[in-house]
Nanobody
């Protein structure tokens, strides 16, 4: 079991920026990680994903050009830098991990472990 803890959410105005962090417990496994989000009344959707080495990244169309995913394996932490935020980015943001992997994944079913989420609210 990999414990994941998100942080960095908050209230921001349209056009603002936030950086989310996901801290994972130390593990010797190589694991892929990703960010997903869920708005009220909607299904959880993919935002961005990154491979263990950071060499492979994927983004949802809604995130391209505005969000950047990264990771620091020495700190067991993944980040999501979000800029030019819009009201439609308002959601609970979750990080996810999948062990024993060298690639990245874009579907919720690909991940084994999930954090509890951090709330992002973008005011208009």
């Amino acid at each position: 079991q990999v414990q994941l803890v998100e942080s960095g959410g908050g209230l921001v105005q349209t056009g603002g920026s936030l950086r989310l962090s996901c801290a994972a417990e130390e593990t010797n496994r190589r694991y892929a990680m990703g960010w997903f989000r869920q708005a009220p009344g909607k299904e959880r959707e993919f935002v961005a994903a990154i491979s263990w080495a950071g060499t492979t990244t994927y983004y949802a169309d809604s995130a391209k050009g505005r969000f950047t995913i990264s990771r620091d394996n020495a700190k067991n932490t993944m980040y999501l830098q979000m800029s030019d935020l819009k009201p439609e980015d308002t959601a609970l943001y979750y990080c996810a991990a999948r062990g024993f992997s060298d690639t990245a994944y874009t579907t919720t079913t690909s991940y084994e472990y999930w954090g509890r989420g951090t709330q992002v609210i973008v005011s208009s």
